[in-house]
């Protein structure tokens, strides 16, 4: 049974980005210690940047703006990044970052420009690992700074129905993908997306050759459970369980309802859409690309 949860679109004082539908978004709510986790650590943020040893660094702007973009603060967010680039036009990081909360905001083109921009300043150079602002029980960064410029990158491109492009993003991600499971995983699962909505079938499935049952899933697992779902090696029910988290039926819902409609079940497709578009977890990718698909056929 899906676990669906109330939408939030009532009542909204402070929304942060506007759906496609021209619904306002509000930040979800957060428990008091989650609440409080976010606000120390926005703060150790702001006193990074104000302090004199890292006035001049933008790394220190891009931490900020993560700060607020995970307490969904997402307008601030993506003033801040502007910010940073106004003093700091040559810095990938943050046009990587604003791109990604471009995505969040409906604001596909804008978010293609910027992660266009993002890896065309970093082609060529070294790779290096970008840290997690919300660490896995392992401790590790999982993704670069390269990768999450291709990976938004093809994610901006499939929102907007340009298949094609979103694939040449994601085949320049496979290549900096082979750092992990996890990274693997999660472009093989949106390279396969791209590669079925072209109508390559035969290579879709080719594409998914080193998806494997015993792959690490320090991230949780879910595009390695889809992947294999694609595979035939599990079913949507195992894929999606018995209770989902708001965020794993939206991670999860859109894939499922992919296969569904993929195997001749558009009935399953649509009720799956539907309960994913009706959770609060309207930042999530996959609620994101639901709601570009559904909005292109309304």
Not at 120 to 136: F, I, K, R, T
Not at 177 to 195: G, K, V
Request: proline letters at 4%.
């Amino acid at each position: 049974m899906l676990c669906v949860l109330a939408p939030l679109f009532s009542a909204c004082l402070r929304p942060e980005a506007t759906s496609l539908f021209g619904k306002p978004l509000c930040p979800i709510a957060f428990n008091a210690l989650q609440t409080e986790s976010n606000e120390l650590l926005y703060a150790i943020a702001e006193t990074n940047l104000a302090a004199g040893a890292c006035a001049d660094d933008p790394s220190s702007v891009v931490w900020v703006g993560r700060r607020q973009a995970y307490a969904w603060n997402y307008s601030a967010a993506v003033a801040t990044f502007s910010g940073g680039i106004a003093a700091h036009p040559g810095f990938a990081p943050l046009y990587r970052h604003r791109g990604h909360r471009y995505l969040t905001r409906r604001n596909f083109s804008l978010a293609e420009g910027d992660l266009a921009h993002a890896a065309a300043l970093m082609d060529g150079g070294a790779d290096e690992w970008e840290a997690d602002g919300q660490p896995n029980a392992a401790n590790v960064p999982l993704s670069t700074l390269q990768f999450n410029a291709y990976y938004h990158l093809g994610l901006a491109r499939y929102l907007q129905a340009d298949y094609a492009g979103a694939l040449a993003a994601y085949e320049r991600c496979w290549q900096r993908s082979q750092i992990n499971d996890e990274s693997i995983a999660a472009t093989a699962y949106w390279r396969y997306m791209a590669l079925r909505r072209l109508g390559r079938d035969a290579d879709a499935g080719a594409s998914l050759a080193p998806i494997h049952a015993g792959m690490r899933t320090l991230e949780g697992g879910a595009y390695l459970n889809l992947t294999r779902m694609f595979r035939g090696q599990l079913t949507p029910e195992q894929v999606l369980g018995k209770d989902p988290s708001a965020l794993d039926l939206v991670t999860l819902g859109y894939g499922v309802a992919f296969y569904y409609n993929a195997s001749g079940q558009p009935e399953k497709a649509a009720a799956t859409l539907r309960a994913v578009l009706n959770t609060t977890y309207w930042a999530g990718f996959g609620f994101i690309a639901a709601e570009a698909d559904r909005h292109r056929v309304a």
